[in-house]
């Protein structure tokens, strides 16, 4: 019968193509990393920094859900660009009971910066319900042994640019005025707050530059032409890229380099190498 073939070929193909997007979205895309390179506009700028390259990871999960081979061939590729400053935008840790070995294992191969590498929180730091104070203060000491310096409402100068570390929104730790008493406005500045919603609370006045964050995962996986279905953000349009904000600031949402669950679609994880210019 005709009709019938037809329709179970028709059925075998959608099978067939319905296995191979479980199969991509499982095996591939999670660990198919692409390093976007993109121009970085600061204002007042040193002229000495121009030029430089700084590059961005965030939300690396180590931990029992991301493979740790996974993450070390990001961190060789990374450290392969040689780049000036090395930035991360939280959530090191997936947290389980071995966790702080493991961690201390792949953060040894972390790609550092010439001028220097910088960190701020995420709230998978903190452990369960974002809260174990104790949990994000071994963290610190696992990273800080391997040379990474952990920003936690602190500026730190870079060849005369200033690096700003906001603490974890969601874990209560997020306490800008901390930061922002010792930060000379009329400077060069880039500021590292993991939870882009962040960019929305009163804490800005003032700030005029680039807001570097992550948390998203970018959705992970999103339908072609329809935003991601599943954010963990209050602020809808926060998904991943450039945001244009109030006051002069942008914002870049890194979609990061690992996951929660093994899954992305049409969600690349990234690791952002920005070229530093005066804006």
């Not at 990001?74 to 702080?100: E, K």
């Not at 929180?121 to 104070?133: E, M, P, V």
């Not at 809808?236 to 870049?252: H, I, K, N, P, Q």
Request: proline fraction near 6%; glycine fraction near 10%.
């Amino acid at each position: 019968m005709p009709g019938r073939r037809a329709f179970l070929k028709l059925a075998g193909a959608t099978l067939g193509a319905a296995a191979g997007t479980g199969l991509y979205t499982w095996r591939v895309e999670p660990h198919w990393l692409e390093i976007v390179r993109r121009p970085l506009p600061v204002r007042r700028l040193p002229a000495r920094l121009r030029g430089a390259t700084v590059a961005l990871l965030s939300d690396i999960h180590v931990g029992t859900r991301v493979d740790d081979e996974y993450l070390l061939s990001v961190f060789a590729r990374v450290a392969a660009l040689r780049p000036d400053i090395t930035l991360f935008a939280g959530d090191f840790i997936n947290y389980h009971a071995g966790v702080f070995d493991q961690a201390a294992a792949v953060y040894r191969h972390f790609p550092r910066g010439r001028l220097g590498t910088f960190a701020t929180l995420g709230n998978h730091d903190y452990g369960l319900r974002w809260s174990r104070l104790d949990i994000a203060a071994h963290v610190v000491r696992v990273v800080e042994a391997v040379g990474i310096t952990v920003l936690r409402n602190e500026t730190r100068d870079v060849e005369g640019l200033q690096i700003v570390g906001l603490d974890d929104w969601w874990s209560g730790q997020f306490q800008p005025h901390k930061a922002f008493d010792r930060f000379d406005f009329g400077r060069a500045t880039i500021v590292l707050s993991h939870n882009p919603d962040t960019a929305d609370l009163p804490a800005w006045s003032g700030y005029d530059g680039w807001i570097l964050a992550g948390h998203t995962h970018g959705g992970q996986c999103k339908p072609p032409f329809l935003p991601p279905p599943l954010l963990p953000v209050e602020n809808r349009r926060y998904t991943s890229g450039e945001f244009a904000l109030d006051g002069g600031r942008s914002m870049y949402i890194s979609r990061g380099v690992g996951h929660l669950m093994r899954v992305r679609f049409n969600v690349r994880p990234e690791v952002t190498l920005f070229e530093l210019r005066d804006a």
